[in-house]
Each structure stands twice: as C-alpha cells, then as structure tokens.
C-alpha cells in the first residue's frame, strides 16, 4: 500500500517555474526525476494500492479505469489539489508520463508548455490536459453514471461500469472536444452524448472528426441557456442529441470524411 502525499505550496511554485523546467528537460524527456524535488512532501490519509499505468494511447481507457479504482473514495474537491497531482506524476509516475507524452520540438516555449501541461495544471483545461487528471476525471464522470443520478440514469440501458470511459478514452477527438467543455462537468448530458457516438460506431455507421464535435457540442451548448437538459431523464437527452445530429444531416452540415483519426482508433493528437 502506498502512502499519498501532497507536495508543499513552495515546492510547488519553485517546480513550475520556467527556468526550472528548462533547466531540467533531461529529467522529465527521460522520466528521471531527483529525490530532492520530493522532499517536504506532506502526508495525507489517503493509502492505496497504486496500479501501473502503460504509457500507450490505446490504453487510456483502462489506464483510467485503474487510476480511479485504486483512487476510490477520493473527492472532487482533493481531486481540485495540483500539488496531489504533481506528487503522484513525480514520485510514481514519472516513466509513465515521459513515455506517454515524448517533447515533439524542440522550442524553449513548447517545451515548457508541454511539461506544464502534461506534468501539473498548465493553462488549458487540467481535466482534459494533465497527465494523470485526465484519466481520474474522464472515470469520474463516466463511469458509474447510475450512482451519480439514480433517477436521471434508470432509462439508461444497463452498462457495466466504466464503459462509457472506454467510449470516451477510444479517441483522442471524443475526449478533448467533451472534456474541454464546460457541459463535461454535467454527467447527465456527456454520457448521453458518448451512448450516442457509441452507437452510430457500432451500428457501422461512425460519427468522426473535429468538425462534428465542434457542431454538436455548440449546439448543446446553446440548448442549455435555456432548457436544464439535466433535470430531464437519460431517454429525452438522448432523443434531443440525435434530433441535433438529423438537423445536421438534414442540412447537409455534416458530411462523412476519411477519419483523420485512425478509423476511429484512439490516435493522439499530440499535444493537442
């Protein structure tokens, strides 16, 4: 069992400074990270049974399903925590992240934006961006809908755990176009969402490419300034969903492309 820490405010700051990063890129291109970064690290109550993590993107959905499994219990609010975050990317992680995310370039400003990013809580979204964020908060919105929302999920067709973390992890697309966004933070219309994508690749008929996301999601979006899809159960969301995507075809606004994706494999979009 392993102890979690967090590390201190001041080791923190000093870590995610620029000239630091810049001046260890060694460290983290190879997942060598010293000691020292780690001392006065604090202890928390937490113990757990840390799973290993395999740096390759097909593997993200069940990387994610480890991740929140061994991290059950753990709350929203300690999940808001970088300096968890940064502890277990340092301390336990360290090949798992430098594997999963290599530098691409070469530029001091990509570099450090990349480890910023990837390593801690940079600029963008952390839920979508972080290393190890993106796999805890991709499984807490979708893993266990039912438990979220009893009611809102009972004409939901049973799933077994975790599948619509499979769903969302199965391509890079699905996963920054949703989790960016804002309607992320409300399970009851992202695993709609993800039921409906499920779907359409199942039934051979596969939803791909930025662009529809984009559409989607923006008119999701506009729909929910005045109408709380939330408060409506799993079915109606649902129907709302498709009926946004008929319009679409109707219109001639979506049109299926050669997926840029990988036949809908979970390619990266490195650093995307």
């Known amino acids: 069992m392993t102890r979690l820490h967090t590390l201190s405010a001041e080791r923190l700051s000093q870590l995610r400074k620029r000239e630091h990063i810049l001046g260890h890129q060694e460290a983290y291109a190879t997942g060598t990270i010293p000691q020292a970064w780690l001392d006065g690290a604090l202890m928390t109550p937490l113990e757990t049974e840390l799973p290993a993590l395999e740096a390759d993107v097909s593997q993200d959905g069940e990387n994610a399903v480890r991740l929140h499994t061994a991290l059950d219990g753990l709350s929203r609010l300690t999940a808001a925590d970088e300096r968890l975050w940064a502890w277990l990317a340092l301390a336990h992680y360290p090949g798992y992240i430098a ?99 499920n779907e359409r690749q199942e039934a051979g008929q596969p939803v791909t490419g930025r662009v529809f996301l984009d559409g989607v999601v923006r008119e999701l979006n506009l729909t929910t300034t005045y109408r709380r899809l939330e408060l409506l159960g799993f079915a109606a969301v649902l129907e709302t969903i498709r009926s946004i995507f008929s319009a679409w075809e109707s219109a001639g606004s979506y049109i299926s492309l050669p997926d840029a994706f990988g036949g809908g494999a979970a390619t990266e979009v490195q650093n995307g």
């Open 99 to 197: 594997g999963r995310w290599p530098f691409l370039r070469d530029a001091d400003d990509s570099r450090y934006n990349h480890v910023l990013n990837r390593w801690y809580f940079g600029q963008r979204t952390p839920r979508a961006r972080s290393g190890l964020v993106r796999l805890w908060w991709g499984a807490e919105l979708t893993g266990r809908p039912h438990q979220l929302n009893p009611a809102f999920f009972a004409s939901m067709p049973e799933s077994a755990p975790y599948h619509y973390t499979r769903v969302l992890f199965s391509r890079m697309d699905y996963q920054f176009q949703l989790i960016e966004n804002r309607l992320a933070l409300a399970p009851e219309i992202l695993v709609p969402v993800l039921h409906f994508l």
